[in-house]
């Protein structure tokens, strides 16, 4: 993937966010360079809320292609874990949650959960 070369180029180029234009930039320090750690988290992660201030959370993950990934996300009331591996997703909530994965919808309540 063309996107992610373009990645580890800039942290090989010990950029710290993504240039406004490829090559050579006077700045590297724009908002918008966030997006490729809120795209994991909401992505491929699958987090986000699904109550106002974030009572209630969903988790959706989809890896794609990744062997594993490990997510925290944080929140007012303890982080929120995501972490996958060998098609095992495992969640820690400080909130209750909707968690879907294989195609199979849960709602758990805050603690630890295990889904494969």
Known sequence: MAA????????DNG????????????SDCHAW???PALGFLQWVAGVTSEAVG???ARVE???GKL??????IAHPKGDLEVRYEA???EV?????????????????????HRFD
């Open 4 to 11: 992610i070369a373009d990645w580890v180029r800039m942290v």
């Open 15 to 26: 950029m710290t966010t993504c240039p406004e234009n490829p090559g050579h930039t006077r």
């Open 33 to 35: 360079s966030a997006h």
């Open 54 to 56: 974030w009572e209630r």
């Open 61 to 63: 993950p989809h890896p």
């Open 67 to 72: 062997g594993r990934f490990q997510a925290r």
């Open 87 to 89: 098609g095992r997703v």
């Open 92 to 112: 820690r909530t400080p909130v209750p949650a909707t968690v879907v994965w294989n195609g199979r919808e849960s709602r758990v309540e805050p603690g630890f």
